[in-house]
């Protein structure tokens, strides 16, 4: 929500639940967040727990020691915008065509053998 690019979750230390960020505890929960040096994360890519002591922190800390994935990056916060309805087609995929899909009077099948197979077989 507050981080799209969120590469694990955190479980916080005081109430033992998971969150992407310190803010989605901070909305969800009543109580102040406890910080400690040991952090408990869950990777998003290997579905993986695992600790990892922040007091002496290094660059290989930044993955996941299950999958090698780089976990600390550059967050990307959503941004407020205005839109005109149905511009985005995420929203409303009635507006693309898929060339892939052929009219009823178009599907072939394997039983399908053609007008101009005769030809092609001597």
């Given at each position: 929500k507050h981080i799209l690019n969120a590469q694990v979750s955190i479980r916080s230390p005081c109430c033992k639940k998971w969150?992407?960020?310190?803010?989605?505890?901070?909305?969800?929960?009543?109580?102040?967040?406890?910080?400690r040096t040991e952090m408990t994360f869950a990777c998003k890519k290997c579905k993986k727990c695992f600790r990892k002591e922040t007091q002496d922190w290094d660059e290989s800390d930044e993955y996941c020691p299950?999958?090698?994935?780089?976990?600390?990056?550059?967050?990307?916060?959503?941004?407020?915008?205005?839109?005109?309805?149905?511009?985005?087609?995420?929203?409303?995929?009635?507006?693309?065509?898929?060339?892939?899909?052929?009219?009823?009077?178009?599907?072939?099948?394997?039983?399908?053998?053609g007008d101009d197979t005769a030809d092609r077989l001597g």
């Open positions: 969150f992407d960020c310190a803010q989605c505890h901070a909305e969800s929960e009543k109580h102040v967040l406890l910080q299950h999958c090698d994935n780089h976990f600390v990056i550059d967050a990307k916060e959503p941004k407020a915008m205005l839109q005109v309805e149905g511009e985005d087609v995420r929203v409303d995929a009635r507006m693309l065509k898929d060339d892939r899909v052929k009219g009823q009077d178009q599907i072939a099948s394997i039983f399908d053998i």
